[in-house]
């Protein structure tokens, strides 16, 4: 496979990193582009045809995405970039839970595969004709098979008050564990990468939590999303513990009940079980550890992913594009439009406003306002 990985970051130290060290254990070229900073500094066209120069110079024979929620990419030009260079497509969506009627299902037409985390948001896109592959593939080889003593009953690292989460910690507070919480807005702040895994590790139990926070519709609040975090804590020899989703029955067929729950008091009463029982929740530990690695490891995660996109054949794509995916896309063009106006590339700007005047049933006044002036804001703060 010759590769072209495009991602609205490329932090290396990430799941992103992670993602890039399979893609370059299986592939005969990789090439990577960050998408947020490259189409700042080139512009809609410009960074466009970097795209397709790239695939052509470099035979490029697939795309992998690994897309954001920031509308930078254009699915059009994804489709027809395709087309044109018989170049296969594959977009990572992280967050279909949250993204899926709004964004999501745009850009996945566009896709020969669209890659997701489990069955349950698979089953989103196949709605909709889409093949999914439904595994995410993490890497912890370079810390994960150290022994390190445990100092806390649990653990939770994230954002504090997201969701319910807080009134679940709070609960644990109150049970007199030795409960260690970081991340955002908690007392203990956010943690490095490498913290965050040494806090895991030292770790009889990891919490995570599973609910969608979304502020505009209470109705997401029965959505339940899969977490990497349950993962990272098997591969680094700690007990997850997870609020349940529906995909977990896949990833852990024989153990699912053992380390789920819905309730505070479910979550209390297994925290209590473990705790009581070490050497069962050692040996369980160990169990998951063996699990997690031989089947979401990223080697073996990339190395299927690629088998399934040999034996996809590629098909022409068209896009179907509704007023609710192009109001929200125009409005990302102005903030592009404030963002190039601040420093002073007109030629980007001019791009932009020609892209709007041509969809104009996309915009709106009000998008107008505050879009502009966020995007000023942004170049001048940042």
Not at 221 to 247: N, S
């Amino acid at each position: 496979m010759r590769v072209l990985f495009i991602s609205e970051h490329l932090i290396l130290d990430s799941h992103t990193g992670e993602v890039i060290e399979g893609l370059k254990k299986h592939s005969d070229f990789l090439d990577l582009i960050d998408y947020k900073i490259q189409y700042f500094r080139l512009g809609k066209s410009k960074f466009e045809n970097e795209i397709s120069r790239k695939i052509n110079e470099n035979k490029v024979n697939l795309i992998i995405i690994n897309l954001g929620n920031a509308r930078v990419l254009d699915p059009i030009f994804l489709a027809n970039v395709s087309n044109k260079y018989n170049v296969k497509v594959i977009i990572l969506f992280p967050d279909p839970e949250h993204m899926f009627e709004s964004h999501d299902r745009y850009y996945a037409q566009a896709a020969d595969i669209c890659w997701v985390s489990n069955q349950g948001a698979g089953a989103l896109f196949q709605l909709y004709g889409s093949m999914t592959y439904e595994k995410f593939g993490l890497s912890k080889n370079y810390r994960h098979y150290t022994n390190i003593e445990k100092k806390f009953d649990v653990s939770f690292v994230g954002s504090v008050k997201r969701g319910d989460r807080e009134e679940y910690l709070n609960f644990l507070n109150s049970k007199n564990l030795n409960l260690y919480v970081a991340g955002y807005q908690s007392k203990n702040g956010e943690l490095s990468p490498e913290e965050k895994d040494m806090i895991i590790q030292q770790s009889w139990i990891h919490i995570n939590f599973s609910k969608v926070e979304n502020k505009d519709l209470n109705i997401f609040k029965r959505v339940r999303q899969y977490k990497g975090r349950i993962h990272e804590a098997c591969m680094l020899g700690t007990l997850p513990l997870t609020e349940y989703y529906r995909g977990i029955e896949q990833h852990f067929p024989e153990y699912f009940k053992d380390i789920s729950f819905s309730t505070k008091y479910e979550m209390y009463e297994k925290i209590k079980y473990f705790l009581e029982n070490k050497e069962a929740t050692a040996d369980l530990s160990e169990i998951l550890k063996r699990h997690a690695i031989k089947y979401f490891e990223i080697d073996a995660v990339v190395k299927e992913l690629f088998d399934a996109i040999n034996r996809k054949e590629i098909e022409e794509k068209y896009i179907y594009i509704d007023k609710l995916f192009l109001r929200s896309y125009i409005s990302q063009r102005l903030y592009y439009v404030g963002r190039f106006m601040a420093k002073l590339k007109f030629d980007a700007m001019f791009g932009e406003v020609s892209y709007i005047l041509k969809n104009i049933k996309g915009l709106y006044w009000k998008d107008i306002c505050f879009q502009v002036a966020r995007g000023i804001y942004h170049s001048i703060k940042y």
